[in-house]
């Protein structure tokens, strides 16, 4: 990458410091990923910016700091409700993560975590017969909502997705089964 190039992608006008115009861009996208669902294809496409963002400001003279490695638990547990309460709790630590982080190197390592995560979680939920005709994966439902669905699934017997075919068709359980199969589909697809 050219310094030229560089300046443009950072968006430096006269008299801005680097390390400013840096720090701007970076908080731009903590933002970004902390307020969307993690959609591989996107998402990872957000993450080589993030390295072309790095690039920039190491070539305009910007120092390139160490990261750590976010490390958490791909493994969920095969029910619906501790699945989706180990996945509240894992994200909502990768979000923490996401903030904390000083650079677009950090960014981009938490949000690779956190589309693995968000991956395995949906296998959980993943049932290749169930039509995701219409169905929008940036959706997420309230979490307030689920974490009344799920209950109410449990009481007719289903904990998970074996039985999700005795849940009515419009059932809040049986559409995020969907949205998050179509996820797997998706992701599948983009391979």
């Known amino acids: 990458m050219e310094k030229s190039e560089a300046l443009l992608f950072l968006g430096i006008s006269d008299g ?13 996208w903590k933002n970004f990923f902390v307020n969307r669902f993690p959609i591989p ?21 910007g120092e390139s700091k160490e990261v750590n490695d976010p490390k958490v638990e791909l493994v969920f547990a095969d029910n619906f409700k501790e699945a989706f309460q180990q996945f509240s709790e894992r994200r909502a630590f990768l979000k923490a993560q996401l903030f904390q982080a000083e650079s677009a190197v950090d960014i981009a390592k938490v949000v690779q975590v956190l589309i693995d995560l968000t991956l395995a979680y949906a296998q959980v939920w993943n049932n290749e017969k169930l039509s995701t005709a219409g169905v929008v994966v940036s959706k997420e439902p309230d979490p307030m909502d689920l974490l009344v669905a799920i209950p109410e699934a ?28 179509l996820l797997i589909k998706m992701n599948k697809e983009k391979q």
């Open 16 to 28: 801005e410091e680097l390390n400013d115009a840096y720090d701007t861009k970076v908080f731009e």
């Open 41 to 61: 294809s996107l998402f990872g496409k957000k993450i080589k910016q993030l390295e072309k963002l790095e690039k920039a400001y190491t070539v305009l003279g």
């Open 154 to 181: 449990e009481k007719i017997g289903v904990h998970n997705i074996s039985k999700i075919d005795a849940l009515p068709e419009n059932h809040l359980v049986v559409n995020e089964a969907k949205r998050l199969s």
